[in-house]
């Protein structure tokens, strides 16, 4: 046998378990990109799934406000928290001016167990206070809430 075909033949047998060793390289990137590709999708559906929620929930409370199944206090105080979750610019839109001077105002009022601590004399006074920035900013927050109520949330890119 000469010279050139053992070579050939050494180069035959070296090259083949280089490229089943390449094509399975390949194979395994290509299922590692399709787990990606895969867990992506997934990721995005959640994200979807989560920001169709706090639409959801945001419309729920405005409408409660405005149906007054829920003070307008506690009604600005989740809402604030809501849109900040899904989109923080949309807090401070023009539109919703009267939400935040009324969420500014109240804030620092105590809640809860902060409030259950108070005296009879201190609570009635927050609530006083409460209930007075309420009728006052009424039909502000009210139109604040409608607009809110029907806003498409446009830069909320996943739900389109």
Same mark, same amino acid.
């Given at each position: 046998m000469s010279l050139s075909i053992l070579l050939i033949i050494l180069a035959?047998?070296?090259?083949?378990?280089?490229a089943w060793y390449a094509w399975s390289l390949t194979r395994k990137v290509q299922a590692m990109e399709e787990e990606q590709e895969r867990e992506e999708a997934e990721a995005a559906m959640q994200l979807r799934k989560h920001q169709e929620e706090l639409i959801s929930d945001i419309?729920?409370?405005s409408r409660s406000v405005l149906q007054q199944q829920c003070d307008i206090t506690?009604?600005?105080?989740?809402?604030e928290y809501l849109l900040k979750g899904l989109?923080?610019?949309?807090?401070?839109?023009?539109?919703? =001016?009267?939400?935040? =001077?009324?969420? %500014? =105002?109240t804030r620092s009022m105590p809640i809860l167990d902060e409030y259950k601590a108070l005296t009879p004399k201190q609570q009635f006074k927050i609530d006083k206070e409460r209930l007075t920035?309420?009728?006052?900013?009424?039909? %502000?927050?009210?139109?604040?809430?409608?607009?809110?109520? %029907?806003?498409?949330?446009p830069q909320v890119t996943l739900i389109q």
């Open positions: 035959v047998l070296v090259i083949i378990p280089l419309r729920f409370v506690e009604g600005v105080l989740r809402l989109d923080p610019d949309v807090w401070h839109m023009d539109e919703l =001016a009267s939400l935040r =001077a009324h969420h %500014t =105002a920035l309420e009728h006052d900013n009424r039909l %502000t927050i009210e139109r604040d809430l409608k607009w809110l109520s %029907t806003y498409s949330f």
